[in-house]
């Protein structure tokens, strides 16, 4: 967990000496003068000489500013060990800078699945959701017709019941009460 808290705010003050040096070089420049000449990397004697120009490589063991090589994308322990070769700053190995760039990256990948998880989630039980709908409404539409076919089956009881007791007018009953007009 040290370790890694240590990567992290070398990373971080990294990333803010970057900014501070990208803006502080823009503000002492003027647009109008021509870019400076590149002295070659080997002819520079200091770290922060060396590593004002980004093909530079600067390695503590030797004290020595080299070409950076450009063929491999991580320079090989023959031109200088990662925990002594500096490149962008002084203060940065080239290994805690590796490790603090996979870190990112490795969040970055992270959270990107996760977001696509929860994505391919919600979608899969939202279309969950439109077939419990679909299954509720049959219920309740079945519900209904049944509820319908009691109703019905209650009234013809109930018919037959005032029909038998004479609370029901009906014309084929014999002994119906006369009506007065």
Same mark, same amino acid.
């Given at each position: 967990m040290g370790k890694f808290l240590v990567f #992290? @705010? +070398?990373?971080?003050?990294? $990333? &803010?000496?970057?900014?501070?040096?990208e803006s502080d070089s +823009? +503000?002492?420049?003027?647009?109008?003068?021509?870019?400076?000449?590149?002295?070659?990397?080997?002819?520079?004697?200091?770290?922060?000489?060396?590593?004002?120009? &980004?093909? !530079?490589l600067w390695c503590l063991t030797n004290s020595s500013c080299s070409d950076y090589p450009v063929s491999y994308i991580i320079p090989p322990s023959s031109v200088c060990?990662?925990?002594?070769?500096? #490149?962008?700053?002084? #203060? &940065?190995?080239?290994e805690a800078l590796i490790i603090a760039m996979a870190v990112v990256l490795g969040v970055l990948?992270?959270?990107?699945?996760? !977001?696509? $998880?929860c994505? !391919?989630?919600?979608?899969?039980?939202?279309? @969950?959701f439109d077939r419990d709908d679909e299954q509720f409404a049959r219920r309740r539409e079945e519900i209904r017709q049944r509820a319908d076919e009691r109703r019905v089956e209650r009234k013809t009881k109930h018919d037959e019941i005032r029909k038998k007791y004479g609370l029901i007018p009906d014309s084929d009953h014999p002994y119906s009460k006369f009506e007065n007009e």
């Amino acid at each position: 967990m040290g370790k890694f808290l240590v990567f #992290w @705010s +070398t990373f971080l003050l990294m $990333c &803010v000496a970057f900014s501070f040096s990208e803006s502080d070089s +823009t +503000t002492t420049q003027q647009p109008t003068t021509a870019p400076p000449v590149r002295k070659p990397c080997n002819t520079l004697t200091s770290c922060e000489t060396c590593l004002a120009n &980004v093909s !530079c490589l600067w390695c503590l063991t030797n004290s020595s500013c080299s070409d950076y090589p450009v063929s491999y994308i991580i320079p090989p322990s023959s031109v200088c060990k990662l925990s002594q070769a500096r #490149w962008g700053v002084c #203060w &940065v190995n080239f290994e805690a800078l590796i490790i603090a760039m996979a870190v990112v990256l490795g969040v970055l990948l992270l959270a990107v699945t996760v !977001c696509c $998880c929860c994505c !391919c989630c919600k979608r899969r039980s939202s279309s @969950s959701f439109d077939r419990d709908d679909e299954q509720f409404a049959r219920r309740r539409e079945e519900i209904r017709q049944r509820a319908d076919e009691r109703r019905v089956e209650r009234k013809t009881k109930h018919d037959e019941i005032r029909k038998k007791y004479g609370l029901i007018p009906d014309s084929d009953h014999p002994y119906s009460k006369f009506e007065n007009e």
